[in-house]
């Protein structure tokens, strides 16, 4: 139990263009989802926290332009990024927890996806 | 602020050793989570162990066990009969209850050589 999806999982685009990630939970509800970027060889930074029908929640220095995130759904949340240049390419990563079992607390994440801006 | 701190950039063990991964982790909150997560070279998150701030216990899971030590604030992995795919990053975390948002460690590249 508890999978997250995430699609695609690698994507190569032309600068200027936008991309958008798609985070599922699978097999269970998830309220809250979050997106967090990976640059190699580092830690995950949270971006923000996306909330089933409601605004999302962007962590300081975020851009709410340029990163849309968008949760309409118990089971659906995306990350746009809008106007991709090179510095954007990263991992994206987004997680979940499972509504049912809000409280153990844990976030189950979704495989990543690579974006490379050329 | 809360802070996770994992001195051991790079580990290197020998197949079947056990091994202990260091986490220490700051916050002034008396109620929080504490969490391991692996990361193979394929990039996905695998959730490993987690421990609460007011468990008496310390939690285990499989050959996976955390060293709670709450008055030293340190919340260790111990993996134990190490295999060759333990290969991986593994990052300790920490949630502080109130908040939803994890705290994330730099992480430790764990390394079994055969």
């Known amino acids: 139990g508890a999978v997250v999806s995430q699609h695609p999982s690698r994507v190569i685009c032309k600068s200027g263009t936008s991309v958008k990630i798609e985070c599922r939970s699978l097999?269970?509800?998830?309220?809250?989802m979050f997106w967090y970027r990976q640059f190699p060889k580092q830690s995950l930074m949270l971006m923000a926290t996306s909330n089933e029908g409601s605004k999302a929640t962007y962590e300081q220095g975020v851009e709410k332009d340029k990163f849309l995130i968008n949760h309409a759904s118990l089971t659906l949340s995306t990350l746009t990024v809008t106007s991709a240049h090179p510095e954007d390419s990263s991992f994206y990563i987004c997680?979940?927890?499972?509504?049912?079992?809000?409280?153990?607390?844990?976030?189950?994440f979704g495989p990543g996806t690579r974006l490379l801006v050329l | 602020a809360q802070k996770i701190t994992q001195t051991q950039p790079g580990m290197f063990v020998q197949e079947k050793e056990a091994v202990t991964l260091d986490c220490t982790y700051d916050t002034s909150d008396p109620s929080y989570g504490l969490f391991w997560y692996k990361q193979p070279s394929s990039g996905e998150m695998i959730f490993l162990i987690y421990?609460?701030?007011?468990?008496?216990q310390n939690a285990t899971e499989g050959r996976y066990s955390l060293n709670f030590q709450k008055a030293r604030k340190s919340a260790n992995l111990v993996i134990s009969a190490s295999q060759l795919g333990d290969s991986a990053m593994y990052f300790c975390a920490m949630r502080v209850t109130g908040a939803q948002k994890l705290v994330f460690g730099q992480g430790t590249r764990l390394t079994i050589n055969p």
């Open positions: 421990q609460g701030s007011y468990d008496q």
């Open positions: 097999d269970f509800q998830a309220t809250t």
């Open positions: 997680s979940a927890r499972d509504q049912a079992r809000a409280y153990q607390e844990t976030q189950y």
